[in-house]
């Protein structure tokens, strides 16, 4: 009976909407339904496999509406069904077992076999290195973005991973994904200990892998810390590896040179010989740092390493580099808030930020100033007032009295070209706060400037009881 109303469609690829069932499709019925000898009946009669509903090919349709299982996975993929339609978002949504069927099913499978065998029986001639074309295509079939695996990565969702083991280990090799060995090696580490619904042999995860990979990090490190280049080199030949092997989502080689090598030439020198020996062809790239992250000029103008900064921004390292947090997406742009919240801000490359000859996006703001004021760096904070003048308000002179940071009230009064408006600032905040501790005393016994302790001592007369 199905096959008598299926002979008298002139046209199987279409779809009817059935109001409250949604749109459907008669071979996307049937393997739904794990019906197959009504889909080979459809497919024989010219329904296409790769017909799309509302523009979902038969996959996303299965999946959305669950009902993709094995059965009805295996016989899409063993009747024509193009897999390059397989993307990163379908496979970022199967389940491991979905994704290993679809690896065994997809390439080398019942149509490709067939077809080489029809190439020899109609005795076509296939050189070599058609024969390797036609194999590569065949690899190349599945298209994966590097998204997909930095999410894996990131979430450590390694079961995920494992077919695509040697385009991971590939990718890594090439620079593709940067500074995830850690992960890598976390990843090769399951695989070992059996813990993952995957095996792969030893010696395939061997041909990808560094044996001792941590000692070997860190007699490296040692031999930067030494200058010794010539030895550098014969230890990488000596293990067969490549330096860049070694770098993490928290560790790089170069960022590690630029924080542990002199600023001078010979310090300058191992940099160099590390840039070529590691072939890092690009500088904007960051690594983990706690809950923070550095890059290689973050990394050199944070250790006041001001020959490094400037070789790197000659050779397009970028000052205003955007950072985005994978948390909240916030980019971070003002570099004094990043080196000071990082540790990394000090008299000297301050001046170097705000006064060398590159621009660096460096913002000069009230909170900052608060920041150093809080906690004593009076310095610093004098230094940035004086860039900017303007800034000098009411809320710093609250900030560094609160704080008991009387030498900052005398620098604040010092800079501060308002004259005797500043005065009544300070002597309101310390009629505000007078009934906290000897605030009041301890500003008038600490405050240096005469000329100041005189005005504030005749403002307060007329408030304060503790003066008379």
């Known amino acids: 009976m199905v096959k008598y109303i299926v002979e008298q469609y002139d046209n199987l690829n279409y779809s009817v909407d059935f109001k409250l069932l949604d749109m459907k499709a008669p071979l996307f019925s049937a393997i739904a339904s794990n019906k197959f000898r009504i889909a080979d009946l459809l497919i ?33 993929l063993n009747n024509g069904f193009n897999v390059k339609n397989i993307d990163s978002y379908l496979i970022n949504n199967f389940s491991d077992d979905i994704i290993k069927l679809i690896f065994k099913y997809a390439t080398y499978n019942k149509l490709f ?15 070599t290195k058609k024969l390797r074309e036609i194999m590569d ?93 010539e030895k550098i080199t014969d230890y990488v030949e000596e293990h067969c590896i490549e330096v860049k092997e070694l770098n993490t989502s928290d560790f790089d080689l170069l960022i590690y040179a630029i924080e542990n090598t002199p600023d001078n030439q010979n310090g300058l020198i191992m940099i160099l010989y590390l840039i070529v020996f590691a072939k890092y062809h690009n500088f904007n790239y960051f690594i983990k740092d706690g809950d923070s992250f550095k890059t290689p000029l973050t990394a050199a103008v944070g250790n006041n390493k001001f020959l490094s900064a400037e070789f790197l921004i000659d050779n397009g390292a970028e000052i205003d580099y955007k950072f985005v947090d994978p948390e909240n997406n916030n980019i971070s742009y003002n570099c004094l808030n990043y080196y000071y919240d990082n540790n990394k801000l000090n008299k000297e490359n301050l ?28 310095e610093m904070a004098e230094y940035l007032i004086i860039k900017v003048r303007s800034l000098i308000n009411f809320n710093l002179y609250k900030t560094a009295i609160m704080n008991r940071n009387i030498d900052m009230v005398d ?26 501790d000897d ?20 403002f307060l007369k007329d408030y304060c009881q503790y003066c008379y």
């Open 44 to 76: 024989q009669n010219g329904a296409d496999i790769n017909y799309e509903l509302n523009y979902l090919n038969i996959l996303y349709y299965l999946d959305s509406n669950n009902f993709l299982n094995k059965n009805n996975l295996k016989y899409i």
């Open 113 to 127: 076999i067939l077809g080489l065998l029809d190439l020899y029986k109609n005795k076509k001639p296939l050189s």
């Open 351 to 378: 001046k170097y930020i705000l006064t060398g000859e590159h621009t660096f996006p460096a913002v000069v703001d009230t909170p900052l100033i608060e920041k150093l004021i809080n906690n004593n760096d009076n």
């Open 439 to 458: 605030i009041v005393d301890t500003c008038l016994s600490k405050i240096r400037d005469p000329k100041l302790n005189l005005y504030l001592s005749e």
């Open 137 to 229: 295509e065949e690899n190349n079939k599945l298209k994966v973005e590097n998204d997909f695996y930095m999410e894996a990565i990131d979430k450590e969702d390694y079961n995920k991973l494992v077919p695509f083991f040697i385009t991971i280990m590939i990718i890594i090799k090439k620079g593709k994904i940067n500074n995830h060995s850690g992960k890598k090696y976390d990843f090769v580490q399951k695989i070992k200990d059996r813990s993952l619904s995957f095996t792969i042999d030893d010696k395939t995860i061997n041909t990808y892998t560094v044996a001792n990979i941590d000692r070997i990090r860190e007699d490296i490190k040692m031999l930067i810390k030494e200058g010794a280049k």
């Open 411 to 436: 620098k604040l009064y010092d800079i501060d070209p308002r004259g005797l408006e500043s005065v009544k600032d300070i002597a309101d905040i310390l009629i505000d706060l007078g009934a906290e």
